[in-house]
Protein backbone atom coordinates (compact mmCIF):
# COMPACT_ATOMS: atom_id res chain seq x y z
CA UNK A 1 0.00 0.00 0.00
CA UNK A 2 2.62 2.28 0.61
CA UNK A 3 4.94 1.61 -2.33
CA UNK A 4 1.77 2.32 -3.90
CA UNK A 5 1.09 5.82 -2.83
CA UNK A 6 5.20 6.47 -2.91
CA UNK A 7 4.61 5.54 -6.52
CA UNK A 8 1.72 7.67 -7.36
CA UNK A 9 3.39 10.67 -5.38
CA UNK A 10 6.62 10.48 -7.11
CA UNK A 11 6.20 9.28 -10.50
CA UNK A 12 5.28 13.20 -11.71
CA UNK A 13 8.47 14.57 -11.03
CA UNK A 14 10.59 11.62 -13.04
CA UNK A 15 7.93 12.39 -15.92
CA UNK A 16 7.53 16.00 -16.75
CA UNK A 17 9.40 15.89 -20.19
CA UNK A 18 7.18 12.85 -21.39
CA UNK A 19 3.24 14.59 -20.22
CA UNK A 20 4.16 18.30 -21.31
CA UNK A 21 2.09 18.84 -24.38
CA UNK A 22 2.72 21.70 -27.00
CA UNK A 23 0.32 25.26 -26.15
CA UNK A 24 -0.60 26.86 -28.72
CA UNK A 25 1.34 30.83 -29.12
CA UNK A 26 -1.30 32.95 -29.67
CA UNK A 27 -1.86 36.81 -29.95
CA UNK A 28 -3.02 38.61 -26.73
CA UNK A 29 -3.14 42.24 -25.67
CA UNK A 30 -0.29 43.26 -23.72
CA UNK A 31 -0.94 46.66 -21.40
CA UNK A 32 2.22 48.77 -21.58
CA UNK A 33 3.44 51.98 -19.69
CA UNK A 34 4.91 54.53 -22.09
CA UNK A 35 6.94 57.89 -20.58
CA UNK A 36 5.64 61.10 -21.98
CA UNK A 37 8.35 63.36 -21.56
CA UNK A 38 7.72 66.79 -20.35
CA UNK A 39 9.29 69.98 -21.67
CA UNK A 40 10.62 72.64 -19.14
CA UNK A 41 8.16 74.98 -19.69
CA UNK A 42 5.52 72.63 -17.83
CA UNK A 43 7.92 72.29 -14.65
CA UNK A 44 5.13 72.81 -12.23
CA UNK A 45 2.04 73.63 -14.21
CA UNK A 46 -1.06 72.50 -13.50
CA UNK A 47 -2.84 70.38 -15.29
CA UNK A 48 -6.59 70.20 -15.43
CA UNK A 49 -8.04 68.38 -18.71
CA UNK A 50 -7.32 66.02 -21.40
CA UNK A 51 -8.95 65.82 -25.28
CA UNK A 52 -7.93 63.52 -27.96
CA UNK A 53 -9.47 64.90 -31.32
CA UNK A 54 -10.17 63.36 -34.20
CA UNK A 55 -6.75 63.71 -35.66
CA UNK A 56 -5.74 61.62 -32.84
CA UNK A 57 -4.13 64.59 -31.33
CA UNK A 58 -3.75 64.62 -27.59
CA UNK A 59 -3.90 68.06 -26.08
CA UNK A 60 -3.85 69.22 -22.18
CA UNK A 61 -5.48 72.23 -20.81
CA UNK A 62 -2.58 73.22 -18.29
CA UNK A 63 -2.47 76.92 -16.15
CA UNK A 64 0.56 78.02 -18.41
CA UNK A 65 -1.97 77.02 -21.89
CA UNK A 66 -2.96 74.33 -23.77
CA UNK A 67 0.04 72.12 -24.49
CA UNK A 68 -0.02 68.56 -26.83
CA UNK A 69 1.62 65.96 -27.56
CA UNK A 70 4.66 65.82 -30.24
CA UNK A 71 6.05 62.34 -30.66
CA UNK A 72 6.54 61.25 -26.53
CA UNK A 73 6.80 64.60 -25.16
CA UNK A 74 4.28 66.91 -24.12
CA UNK A 75 4.59 70.62 -24.50
CA UNK A 76 2.63 73.91 -24.67
CA UNK A 77 0.94 74.22 -28.60
CA UNK A 78 1.89 77.12 -30.35
CA UNK A 79 0.32 75.77 -33.48
CA UNK A 80 -2.28 78.35 -33.61
CA UNK A 81 -1.59 82.01 -33.15
CA UNK A 82 -4.77 83.37 -32.53
CA UNK A 83 -4.68 81.87 -29.21
CA UNK A 84 -1.10 83.66 -28.26
CA UNK A 85 -1.32 85.73 -25.02
CA UNK A 86 -4.85 84.26 -24.13
CA UNK A 87 -6.36 82.40 -21.48
CA UNK A 88 -8.05 79.02 -21.92
CA UNK A 89 -10.55 78.10 -19.52
CA UNK A 90 -11.81 75.11 -20.53
CA UNK A 91 -11.68 72.73 -23.56
CA UNK A 92 -14.12 69.63 -25.45
CA UNK A 93 -14.22 67.50 -28.00
CA UNK A 94 -17.86 68.18 -30.48
CA UNK A 95 -19.80 65.24 -32.06
CA UNK A 96 -17.07 65.48 -34.93
CA UNK A 97 -14.32 65.25 -32.46
CA UNK A 98 -13.46 68.78 -33.40
CA UNK A 99 -11.58 70.30 -30.16
CA UNK A 100 -13.01 73.71 -29.14
CA UNK A 101 -11.50 76.35 -26.94
CA UNK A 102 -12.83 78.47 -24.16
CA UNK A 103 -12.06 81.76 -23.39
CA UNK A 104 -12.91 84.82 -21.64
CA UNK A 105 -16.47 85.83 -23.05
CA UNK A 106 -15.58 83.60 -26.49
CA UNK A 107 -15.15 79.98 -27.56
CA UNK A 108 -12.92 79.24 -31.07
CA UNK A 109 -12.38 76.23 -32.61
CA UNK A 110 -9.83 75.60 -35.46
CA UNK A 111 -12.01 72.63 -37.13
CA UNK A 112 -14.94 73.11 -38.87
CA UNK A 113 -13.05 75.83 -41.49
CA UNK A 114 -12.51 77.96 -37.84
CA UNK A 115 -15.61 78.95 -36.01
CA UNK A 116 -16.21 81.27 -32.93
CA UNK A 117 -19.19 82.75 -30.89
CA UNK A 118 -19.53 84.71 -27.97
CA UNK A 119 -20.33 83.24 -24.79
CA UNK A 120 -19.40 84.19 -20.70
CA UNK A 121 -18.99 80.37 -19.10
CA UNK A 122 -16.49 78.62 -16.85
CA UNK A 123 -17.34 75.05 -18.49
CA UNK A 124 -18.84 74.21 -21.84
CA UNK A 125 -20.07 71.68 -23.98
CA UNK A 126 -21.00 71.64 -27.71
CA UNK A 127 -24.52 69.88 -29.18
CA UNK A 128 -24.79 67.83 -32.55
CA UNK A 129 -26.33 71.29 -34.03
CA UNK A 130 -23.02 73.28 -32.99
CA UNK A 131 -24.72 74.95 -30.50
CA UNK A 132 -23.06 75.95 -27.55
CA UNK A 133 -23.76 75.28 -24.11
CA UNK A 134 -22.44 77.34 -21.33
CA UNK A 135 -22.09 76.62 -17.48
CA UNK A 136 -20.55 78.23 -14.50
CA UNK A 137 -22.65 81.14 -14.29
CA UNK A 138 -26.49 81.51 -13.95
CA UNK A 139 -28.22 81.64 -15.88
CA UNK A 140 -27.19 78.28 -18.06
CA UNK A 141 -25.78 79.66 -21.68
CA UNK A 142 -26.91 78.95 -25.50
CA UNK A 143 -24.57 80.05 -28.25
CA UNK A 144 -24.82 79.75 -31.18
CA UNK A 145 -22.39 81.63 -33.17
CA UNK A 146 -21.25 85.59 -32.74
CA UNK A 147 -24.65 85.73 -30.52
CA UNK A 148 -25.56 84.16 -27.30
CA UNK A 149 -28.99 83.76 -26.04
CA UNK A 150 -29.94 83.98 -22.19
CA UNK A 151 -33.28 81.72 -21.68
CA UNK A 152 -34.82 82.99 -18.69
CA UNK A 153 -36.84 79.95 -18.01
CA UNK A 154 -34.08 77.96 -17.86
CA UNK A 155 -34.50 79.13 -13.76
CA UNK A 156 -37.33 77.00 -13.82
CA UNK A 157 -35.29 74.49 -13.35
CA UNK A 158 -31.42 75.77 -12.06
CA UNK A 159 -31.67 76.82 -8.50
CA UNK A 160 -27.68 78.04 -8.85
CA UNK A 161 -25.23 78.51 -11.43
CA UNK A 162 -24.29 75.21 -13.03
CA UNK A 163 -20.91 73.41 -12.47
CA UNK A 164 -20.81 71.18 -15.33
CA UNK A 165 -23.08 70.48 -18.68
CA UNK A 166 -23.26 67.91 -21.52
CA UNK A 167 -25.12 67.90 -24.48
CA UNK A 168 -27.52 65.68 -25.71
CA UNK A 169 -28.20 65.80 -29.64
CA UNK A 170 -28.80 69.29 -30.50
CA UNK A 171 -31.22 71.33 -28.41
CA UNK A 172 -30.73 68.62 -25.04
CA UNK A 173 -28.58 69.03 -22.04
CA UNK A 174 -27.57 67.62 -18.73
CA UNK A 175 -27.01 70.21 -16.23
CA UNK A 176 -25.02 69.14 -13.30
CA UNK A 177 -25.55 71.96 -9.90
CA UNK A 178 -24.47 71.39 -6.58
CA UNK A 179 -25.70 68.57 -5.05
CA UNK A 180 -28.02 67.84 -8.22
CA UNK A 181 -28.29 67.12 -11.21
CA UNK A 182 -31.17 66.98 -14.53
CA UNK A 183 -31.96 67.10 -18.30
CA UNK A 184 -33.51 70.00 -20.00
CA UNK A 185 -35.12 70.95 -23.29
CA UNK A 186 -34.38 74.21 -25.69
CA UNK A 187 -36.37 74.66 -28.98
CA UNK A 188 -35.39 77.94 -29.52
CA UNK A 189 -37.61 80.06 -27.88
CA UNK A 190 -38.78 78.42 -24.66
CA UNK A 191 -37.75 75.51 -22.14
CA UNK A 192 -39.19 72.72 -21.52
CA UNK A 193 -38.23 71.14 -17.87
CA UNK A 194 -42.08 69.93 -17.10
CA UNK A 195 -41.57 65.97 -17.83
CA UNK A 196 -38.14 66.09 -17.50
CA UNK A 197 -36.26 64.66 -14.47
CA UNK A 198 -34.18 66.03 -11.67
CA UNK A 199 -32.20 64.31 -9.13
CA UNK A 200 -30.37 64.75 -5.86
CA UNK A 201 -26.99 63.02 -6.45
CA UNK A 202 -24.19 64.19 -4.89
CA UNK A 203 -21.87 63.85 -8.31
CA UNK A 204 -18.79 65.99 -8.82
CA UNK A 205 -18.04 64.71 -12.52
CA UNK A 206 -20.29 64.02 -15.52
CA UNK A 207 -20.54 62.75 -19.26
CA UNK A 208 -22.48 61.18 -21.74
CA UNK A 209 -22.28 57.64 -23.79
CA UNK A 210 -25.25 57.25 -26.25
CA UNK A 211 -28.41 57.83 -24.11
CA UNK A 212 -26.82 56.82 -20.89
CA UNK A 213 -25.62 59.52 -18.47
CA UNK A 214 -22.55 58.74 -16.27
CA UNK A 215 -22.31 60.39 -12.99
CA UNK A 216 -18.93 59.96 -10.72
CA UNK A 217 -18.95 60.61 -6.68
CA UNK A 218 -17.20 59.92 -3.99
CA UNK A 219 -19.58 57.10 -3.56
CA UNK A 220 -19.08 55.70 -6.94
CA UNK A 221 -21.00 55.30 -10.20
CA UNK A 222 -24.58 56.04 -11.11
CA UNK A 223 -25.88 55.67 -14.74
CA UNK A 224 -29.25 56.85 -15.43
CA UNK A 225 -30.92 56.64 -18.29
CA UNK A 226 -31.18 59.97 -20.63
CA UNK A 227 -34.31 60.24 -21.67
CA UNK A 228 -36.14 59.37 -18.27
CA UNK A 229 -33.44 59.42 -16.07
CA UNK A 230 -33.87 56.39 -14.34
CA UNK A 231 -31.42 54.94 -12.44
CA UNK A 232 -29.77 51.93 -14.62
CA UNK A 233 -28.90 48.72 -12.98
CA UNK A 234 -25.07 47.87 -12.56
CA UNK A 235 -25.16 44.94 -10.28
CA UNK A 236 -23.16 44.38 -7.33
CA UNK A 237 -19.80 45.46 -7.77
CA UNK A 238 -16.83 46.33 -5.58
CA UNK A 239 -14.67 48.53 -7.67
CA UNK A 240 -11.14 49.09 -6.78
CA UNK A 241 -11.66 52.83 -5.65
CA UNK A 242 -15.11 53.75 -5.09
CA UNK A 243 -14.12 57.36 -4.90
CA UNK A 244 -14.44 58.77 -8.87
CA UNK A 245 -12.80 61.71 -10.47
CA UNK A 246 -13.70 61.68 -14.17
CA UNK A 247 -15.36 58.70 -16.74
CA UNK A 248 -14.31 57.76 -20.12
CA UNK A 249 -17.15 55.51 -21.03
CA UNK A 250 -15.89 53.23 -24.57
CA UNK A 251 -17.75 51.01 -26.19
CA UNK A 252 -17.48 47.51 -23.91
CA UNK A 253 -17.22 49.10 -20.72
CA UNK A 254 -15.75 51.93 -18.65
CA UNK A 255 -12.43 53.84 -17.80
CA UNK A 256 -12.65 55.17 -14.59
CA UNK A 257 -10.50 57.56 -12.46
CA UNK A 258 -9.80 58.02 -9.06
CA UNK A 259 -7.96 59.66 -6.60
CA UNK A 260 -5.68 56.65 -6.00
CA UNK A 261 -5.17 55.34 -10.44
CA UNK A 262 -7.58 54.09 -12.57
CA UNK A 263 -9.51 51.47 -13.46
CA UNK A 264 -10.88 49.27 -16.76
CA UNK A 265 -14.62 48.18 -15.66
CA UNK A 266 -15.31 45.32 -18.60
CA UNK A 267 -18.78 45.04 -18.90
CA UNK A 268 -19.24 42.83 -22.59
CA UNK A 269 -16.92 40.36 -22.14
CA UNK A 270 -13.42 40.33 -24.50
CA UNK A 271 -11.82 43.33 -25.42
CA UNK A 272 -7.79 44.24 -25.64
CA UNK A 273 -8.67 45.92 -22.35
CA UNK A 274 -10.08 42.95 -20.27
CA UNK A 275 -7.60 39.96 -21.57
CA UNK A 276 -8.14 36.59 -19.85
CA UNK A 277 -5.52 35.01 -17.76
CA UNK A 278 -5.32 32.04 -20.02
CA UNK A 279 -7.51 30.41 -22.52
CA UNK A 280 -10.98 29.32 -21.18
CA UNK A 281 -11.03 31.94 -18.30
CA UNK A 282 -13.14 34.77 -17.90
CA UNK A 283 -11.55 37.71 -18.20
CA UNK A 284 -11.48 39.99 -15.31
CA UNK A 285 -13.98 42.24 -14.33
CA UNK A 286 -11.85 45.11 -13.26
CA UNK A 287 -8.22 46.21 -14.66
CA UNK A 288 -6.24 48.40 -12.40
CA UNK A 289 -3.56 50.86 -12.93
CA UNK A 290 -1.56 52.70 -10.32
CA UNK A 291 1.67 53.21 -8.14
CA UNK A 292 4.98 54.39 -10.12
CA UNK A 293 4.32 51.45 -12.43
CA UNK A 294 2.14 52.95 -14.59
CA UNK A 295 1.47 56.75 -13.42
CA UNK A 296 3.80 59.68 -11.95
CA UNK A 297 1.08 59.47 -9.15
CA UNK A 298 -2.05 58.21 -8.37
CA UNK A 299 -4.20 61.34 -8.18
CA UNK A 300 -5.77 61.05 -11.88
CA UNK A 301 -7.83 64.53 -13.22
CA UNK A 302 -9.07 62.97 -16.35
CA UNK A 303 -8.96 60.21 -19.18
CA UNK A 304 -8.90 59.52 -22.49
CA UNK A 305 -8.78 56.70 -24.55
CA UNK A 306 -7.30 57.51 -28.87
CA UNK A 307 -7.99 55.73 -32.02
CA UNK A 308 -5.49 53.21 -31.53
CA UNK A 309 -6.60 51.80 -28.66
CA UNK A 310 -4.20 53.63 -26.00
CA UNK A 311 -4.98 55.32 -22.90
CA UNK A 312 -3.54 58.69 -21.85
CA UNK A 313 -4.12 59.04 -18.33
CA UNK A 314 -3.72 63.11 -16.97
CA UNK A 315 -3.30 62.84 -12.92
CA UNK A 316 -2.23 65.59 -10.97
CA UNK A 317 1.86 65.93 -11.92
CA UNK A 318 1.40 65.23 -15.62
CA UNK A 319 0.49 63.06 -18.79
CA UNK A 320 0.80 59.00 -18.97
CA UNK A 321 0.16 56.96 -21.18
CA UNK A 322 -0.61 52.83 -20.88
CA UNK A 323 -0.38 51.21 -24.80
CA UNK A 324 -1.96 47.82 -25.62
CA UNK A 325 -0.02 45.95 -27.75
CA UNK A 326 -0.98 42.39 -29.88
CA UNK A 327 2.14 40.24 -28.63
CA UNK A 328 2.90 36.12 -27.91
CA UNK A 329 4.04 34.50 -25.19
CA UNK A 330 7.27 34.19 -27.26
CA UNK A 331 7.53 37.89 -27.76
CA UNK A 332 7.09 38.92 -24.69
CA UNK A 333 9.47 36.18 -23.11
CA UNK A 334 12.30 37.44 -25.38
CA UNK A 335 11.52 41.08 -24.41
CA UNK A 336 12.14 40.29 -21.13
CA UNK A 337 15.39 37.96 -21.37
CA UNK A 338 17.24 40.45 -23.29
CA UNK A 339 16.77 43.10 -20.28
CA UNK A 340 18.12 40.45 -17.77
CA UNK A 341 20.75 39.47 -20.20
CA UNK A 342 21.83 42.97 -20.81
CA UNK A 343 20.91 44.61 -17.29
CA UNK A 344 20.62 41.54 -14.25
CA UNK A 345 23.51 39.71 -14.84
CA UNK A 346 26.20 39.44 -11.51
CA UNK A 347 28.99 36.40 -11.44
CA UNK A 348 26.16 34.28 -13.42
CA UNK A 349 23.75 35.35 -10.84
CA UNK A 350 19.97 36.74 -11.76
CA UNK A 351 20.72 40.00 -9.89
CA UNK A 352 18.63 42.72 -8.65
CA UNK A 353 19.15 46.52 -9.79
CA UNK A 354 18.90 49.23 -7.88
CA UNK A 355 17.91 52.19 -8.53
CA UNK A 356 19.95 55.44 -6.66
CA UNK A 357 17.23 57.82 -8.73
CA UNK A 358 14.01 56.90 -9.24
CA UNK A 359 13.28 56.06 -12.83
CA UNK A 360 16.85 56.85 -13.72
CA UNK A 361 17.89 53.26 -15.07
CA UNK A 362 21.98 54.96 -15.45
CA UNK A 363 22.06 55.75 -12.10
CA UNK A 364 21.54 51.66 -11.50
CA UNK A 365 23.76 49.20 -9.89
CA UNK A 366 23.41 45.53 -9.30
CA UNK A 367 23.46 44.67 -5.97
CA UNK A 368 23.66 41.44 -3.89
CA UNK A 369 20.08 39.81 -2.00
CA UNK A 370 19.09 36.94 -0.03
CA UNK A 371 17.44 35.39 -2.99
CA UNK A 372 20.05 35.18 -5.68
CA UNK A 373 20.46 31.72 -5.77
CA UNK A 374 16.76 30.84 -5.84
CA UNK A 375 15.93 33.45 -8.38
CA UNK A 376 18.47 32.10 -10.34
CA UNK A 377 17.71 28.79 -9.85
CA UNK A 378 14.09 29.92 -11.74
CA UNK A 379 15.64 31.63 -14.36
CA UNK A 380 17.44 28.72 -14.82
CA UNK A 381 14.11 26.90 -15.30
CA UNK A 382 13.08 28.95 -17.89
CA UNK A 383 16.47 28.13 -19.54
CA UNK A 384 15.52 24.61 -19.51
CA UNK A 385 12.66 24.86 -20.90
CA UNK A 386 13.08 27.11 -23.77
CA UNK A 387 16.28 24.85 -24.69
CA UNK A 388 14.08 21.58 -24.56
CA UNK A 389 11.85 23.46 -27.31
CA UNK A 390 14.68 25.42 -29.50
CA UNK A 391 17.89 23.24 -28.96
CA UNK A 392 19.12 27.11 -29.20
CA UNK A 393 23.20 26.18 -28.23
CA UNK A 394 23.02 29.84 -27.10
CA UNK A 395 20.45 28.96 -24.76
CA UNK A 396 22.67 26.12 -23.46
CA UNK A 397 25.44 28.08 -22.90
CA UNK A 398 23.63 30.60 -20.53
CA UNK A 399 22.04 27.34 -18.17
CA UNK A 400 25.31 26.45 -17.82
CA UNK A 401 26.79 29.80 -16.91
CA UNK A 402 24.23 30.49 -14.35
CA UNK A 403 24.60 26.74 -13.21
CA UNK A 404 28.15 27.66 -12.51
CA UNK A 405 26.95 30.13 -9.69
CA UNK A 406 25.20 27.50 -7.99
CA UNK A 407 28.04 25.68 -7.99
CA UNK A 408 30.31 27.93 -6.59
CA UNK A 409 27.72 28.67 -3.86
CA UNK A 410 29.25 25.59 -2.69
CA UNK A 411 32.63 25.93 -3.33
CA UNK A 412 33.82 29.46 -2.47
CA UNK A 413 33.70 28.15 0.95
CA UNK A 414 34.94 24.93 3.43
CA UNK A 415 31.54 23.75 4.94
CA UNK A 416 31.23 20.83 2.15
CA UNK A 417 27.62 20.57 0.99
CA UNK A 418 26.08 23.87 2.39
CA UNK A 419 25.10 26.47 -0.58
CA UNK A 420 25.37 30.13 0.09
CA UNK A 421 22.85 32.44 -0.62
CA UNK A 422 25.17 34.92 -2.52
CA UNK A 423 28.72 35.71 -2.76
CA UNK A 424 30.53 39.16 -3.44
CA UNK A 425 33.79 40.86 -3.76
CA UNK A 426 35.21 41.70 0.02
CA UNK A 427 34.14 45.05 0.76
CA UNK A 428 30.89 45.30 -1.43
CA UNK A 429 28.59 43.29 0.42
CA UNK A 430 24.80 45.27 0.68
CA UNK A 431 22.64 43.24 2.31
CA UNK A 432 22.65 41.87 6.10
CA UNK A 433 25.91 42.57 6.49
CA UNK A 434 25.62 40.38 9.81
CA UNK A 435 25.27 37.03 8.14
CA UNK A 436 28.41 37.22 6.08
CA UNK A 437 31.33 35.12 6.32
CA UNK A 438 35.00 35.38 4.97
CA UNK A 439 35.74 33.39 2.03
CA UNK A 440 39.45 31.46 1.92
CA UNK A 441 40.01 33.32 -0.75
CA UNK A 442 40.80 36.65 0.71
CA UNK A 443 39.33 38.39 -2.54
CA UNK A 444 35.47 37.54 -1.58
CA UNK A 445 33.11 36.95 1.21
CA UNK A 446 29.76 34.47 1.09
CA UNK A 447 26.75 34.89 3.23
CA UNK A 448 25.32 32.13 4.51
CA UNK A 449 22.08 31.26 7.04
CA UNK A 450 20.41 29.55 3.84
CA UNK A 451 16.97 28.66 4.16
CA UNK A 452 14.60 25.67 3.09
CA UNK A 453 13.26 27.91 0.22
CA UNK A 454 16.53 28.79 -0.93
CA UNK A 455 17.65 24.73 -1.34
CA UNK A 456 13.80 23.82 -2.97
CA UNK A 457 14.72 26.38 -5.27
CA UNK A 458 18.33 24.70 -6.34
CA UNK A 459 16.64 21.51 -6.22
CA UNK A 460 14.12 22.55 -9.32
CA UNK A 461 17.31 24.11 -10.81
CA UNK A 462 19.22 21.32 -10.60
CA UNK A 463 16.15 18.57 -11.52
CA UNK A 464 15.65 20.45 -15.24
CA UNK A 465 19.93 21.18 -15.57
CA UNK A 466 19.97 17.39 -15.61
CA UNK A 467 16.77 16.56 -17.18
CA UNK A 468 16.56 19.01 -20.19
CA UNK A 469 20.13 20.93 -20.33
CA UNK A 470 23.02 17.94 -19.66
CA UNK A 471 23.43 16.04 -23.10
CA UNK A 472 25.93 13.57 -21.90
CA UNK A 473 26.73 11.04 -18.74
CA UNK A 474 29.64 13.75 -17.88
CA UNK A 475 27.24 16.80 -17.78
CA UNK A 476 24.51 14.89 -15.60
CA UNK A 477 27.36 13.65 -13.22
CA UNK A 478 28.47 17.56 -13.31
CA UNK A 479 25.34 18.67 -12.02
CA UNK A 480 24.68 14.98 -9.64
CA UNK A 481 27.87 15.49 -8.02
CA UNK A 482 26.55 19.04 -6.75
CA UNK A 483 22.69 18.36 -5.84
CA UNK A 484 24.11 15.58 -4.06
CA UNK A 485 26.67 17.07 -1.70
CA UNK A 486 23.56 19.62 -0.54
CA UNK A 487 21.73 16.36 0.07
CA UNK A 488 24.83 13.94 2.05
CA UNK A 489 25.07 17.24 3.86
CA UNK A 490 21.69 17.44 4.98
CA UNK A 491 21.90 13.43 5.90
CA UNK A 492 25.50 14.30 7.77
CA UNK A 493 23.65 16.58 9.93
CA UNK A 494 20.90 14.95 10.90
CA UNK A 495 18.28 16.16 8.40
CA UNK A 496 19.33 20.01 9.54
CA UNK A 497 21.60 22.30 7.20
CA UNK A 498 23.98 23.85 8.87
CA UNK A 499 25.98 26.88 9.18
CA UNK A 500 29.78 27.21 9.88
CA UNK A 501 28.92 28.12 13.05
CA UNK A 502 27.73 24.56 13.84
CA UNK A 503 24.56 25.30 14.48
CA UNK A 504 21.05 24.87 11.80
CA UNK A 505 19.97 27.36 9.88
CA UNK A 506 16.50 28.98 11.22
CA UNK A 507 14.66 27.16 8.40
CA UNK A 508 16.91 24.62 7.22
CA UNK A 509 15.48 21.67 9.46
CA UNK A 510 13.99 18.62 7.96
CA UNK A 511 14.18 16.34 11.21
CA UNK A 512 11.18 14.75 12.80
CA UNK A 513 11.80 16.20 16.00
CA UNK A 514 11.21 19.75 14.11
CA UNK A 515 8.64 18.69 11.25
CA UNK A 516 5.82 16.65 13.55
CA UNK A 517 6.04 19.60 16.01
CA UNK A 518 3.45 21.53 13.86
CA UNK A 519 0.46 20.54 13.84
CA UNK A 520 -1.32 18.90 11.09
CA UNK A 521 -3.46 21.96 10.02
CA UNK A 522 -0.17 24.40 10.06
CA UNK A 523 1.25 23.90 6.65
CA UNK A 524 4.88 23.28 7.69
CA UNK A 525 4.29 19.80 8.33
CA UNK A 526 3.23 18.88 5.18
CA UNK A 527 5.79 21.25 3.66
CA UNK A 528 8.72 20.16 4.62
CA UNK A 529 7.59 16.72 4.72
CA UNK A 530 7.32 17.13 1.00
CA UNK A 531 10.86 18.90 0.65
CA UNK A 532 13.14 16.43 1.94
CA UNK A 533 11.50 13.95 0.32
CA UNK A 534 11.95 15.34 -3.10
CA UNK A 535 15.60 16.18 -2.46
CA UNK A 536 16.06 12.09 -1.74
CA UNK A 537 13.92 11.45 -4.40
CA UNK A 538 16.03 13.99 -6.83
CA UNK A 539 19.51 12.22 -5.82
CA UNK A 540 18.06 8.67 -5.82
CA UNK A 541 16.75 8.93 -9.00
CA UNK A 542 20.33 10.72 -10.57
CA UNK A 543 22.47 8.51 -8.90
CA UNK A 544 20.49 5.36 -8.64
CA UNK A 545 21.89 4.74 -4.59
CA UNK A 546 19.75 3.15 -2.45
CA UNK A 547 20.40 5.22 0.27
CA UNK A 548 18.36 8.03 -0.46
CA UNK A 549 15.25 6.09 -1.33
CA UNK A 550 15.86 3.98 1.82
CA UNK A 551 16.12 7.06 3.96
CA UNK A 552 12.63 8.21 2.31
CA UNK A 553 10.75 5.11 3.24
CA UNK A 554 12.21 5.89 6.84
CA UNK A 555 10.73 8.81 7.17
CA UNK A 556 7.35 7.42 5.43
CA UNK A 557 6.86 4.49 7.70
CA UNK A 558 8.56 5.71 11.14
CA UNK A 559 7.95 9.14 11.34
CA UNK A 560 4.87 10.04 9.22
CA UNK A 561 6.27 11.89 6.17
CA UNK A 562 3.76 9.91 3.98
CA UNK A 563 0.74 10.94 6.18
CA UNK A 564 2.34 14.39 6.77
CA UNK A 565 2.50 14.75 2.56
CA UNK A 566 -1.28 13.03 2.14
CA UNK A 567 -2.86 15.48 4.37
CA UNK A 568 -5.75 17.41 2.86
CA UNK A 569 -4.92 21.10 2.26
CA UNK A 570 -8.80 21.82 3.81
CA UNK A 571 -7.36 21.02 6.89
CA UNK A 572 -4.66 23.92 6.75
CA UNK A 573 -6.27 26.57 8.86
CA UNK A 574 -5.37 29.00 11.96
CA UNK A 575 -3.72 27.21 14.92
CA UNK A 576 -3.25 28.48 18.35
Known sequence: MILRHVVALLLPLCLFRAVAAPIPDELFWQDV?????????????????????????????????????????????????????????????????????????????????????????????????????????????????????????????LESAPRGVCAIGDRDVVVLEKGRVGRVSWDGESVFPQGRWSRKLEATTLTRWGDTIWLGSKEGITALEGETGATQARGNLAPPVRSVTCIAPILGGLWVGTPRGAYFENESGLSRYATPAAPGIEPPR?????????????????????????????????????????????????????????????????????????GDITSSEMIDTDNDGGWTSYYLGSLAARYA??????????????????????????????????????????????????????????????????????GFAHAVMWELVATNATERARVATNWVAVIDHILRHNLYLVDVDGEPTLWGRWHPDYVNWFPPSIHDRRLNSAEITAGLQLAYRMTGNEAYRAKAYELFEQHGYLTNLLSSMKLIAPTK
Request: charged share 30%.
Open 33 to 157: AVRIRHAPELTNAVFRKLCVDKENVVYVLTDKGVARVFDDTLALDRSYRPLAGKTVRDMTLSQRGDVFFLLDGEWFTAGENGRRGVINAQSFAVAGNGWVYGAGFSPLQVSTGNFWIKPARFHDF
Open 286 to 358: FRYYAGKRWLRDDQVVDLATDHDGHLWVLTQTGLNKIEFRQTTLAAKADWFHRKIRSRNMRYGFTAERRLLVP
Open 389 to 458: VTREEETRRQAWESFGALERLQSIHTNTGFPARTFERRGFKFSDTDRWRDAPDPGWEWKGHTSSDEMQAQ
